[in-house]
């Protein structure tokens, strides 16, 4: 039986691999070697908070965190396909969305585009999708 941090995972990761024209997504925990040139984004699921909804012999939990989404773009090129690929994705996990796989609804709080940097090869540009659920 999954836990309901397996639920959340794979409800997100479904979600953000379903969006039109990504690039390759690079998993948590699982070799990948990006090419130099060819665009990619890192996926990590932080869990950031499991606390009691309500009191009682079932409590509810409510579970938060960040979906955390690395685009990695050539540097050198300037930052407008990389931007065109971040609105795309904070388009994607509008607030208030809900997403719902294996018997739970995770709620999109908000997303964020956080500052670009430089890590040579790549230009990389950080977006947080917060998001929270209830358990059933």
């Known amino acids: ?15 953000v691999a379903a969006t039109p024209g990504i690039p390759s997504l690079a998993w948590e925990n699982v070799k990948f070697t990006p090419t130099t040139g060819t665009p990619y984004i890192k996926v990590r699921v932080l869990n950031t908070s499991r606390r009691p909804a309500n009191r009682g012999l079932n409590p509810q ?7 955390q989404l690395h685009l990695c773009y050539p540097e050198g090129v300037g930052p407008s396909v990389s931007q065109s690929m971040v609105n795309t994705l904070i388009d994607r996990f509008p607030t208030g969305l809900d997403i719902t796989s294996s018997d739970i609804a995770v ?7 956080l500052g670009a940097y430089n890590e040579s090869p790549w230009y990389k540009t950080p977006v947080y999708v917060h998001w929270f659920c209830f358990s059933i």
């Open 1 to 15: 039986m999954s836990s309901d941090y397996d639920k959340i995972r794979s409800a997100l990761e479904t979600y």
């Open 61 to 67: 939990y409510r579970y938060q965190g960040i979906l």
């Open 107 to 113: 709620t999109i709080d908000h997303s964020e585009q």
